[in-house]
């Protein structure tokens, strides 16, 4: 569950000031919850499709370039993804924040 509450309100940015040290950690702060989030809601899709695609004959599984903002399957049927992989499904998403260190967009 998201845990965006007053912490990452207007108010608690602007005590810390434009383009300030303070605002970027709350920044960075706002965007590890966001990726959190994201990454629980869009696991489970990708693994309902994965489930789907196993189903009719893959075998994906898991390897190691998943993270917090990377899911990735690899079809090891053999079991040896170093060496190559048939179907390789991979989901990756980027967030971005901050607080008005942006302003101009130079």
Same mark, same amino acid.
């Given at each position: 569950m998201?845990? *965006?509450d007053e912490k990452f309100s207007a108010k608690a940015f602007e005590e810390l000031g434009l383009d300030s040290d303070g605002a970027r950690q709350l920044a960075n702060s706002l965007k590890q919850e966001i990726e959190e989030e994201l990454h629980s809601v869009i696991e489970s899709a990708v693994i309902?499709? *994965?489930g789907q695609l196993n189903e009719i004959g893959h075998h994906l599984q898991s390897y190691? =370039?998943?993270g917090p903002t990377v899911l990735a #399957?690899?079809?090891c049927?053999?079991?040896d993804c170093e060496h190559g992989c048939k179907l390789r499904v991979a989901v990756d998403f980027f967030v971005s924040? =901050? #607080?008005a260190h942006l302003i101009f967009p130079d």
């Open positions: 998201l845990r *965006i309902e499709m *994965i190691q =370039g998943s #399957y690899r079809d049927s053999k079991g924040t =901050g #607080y």
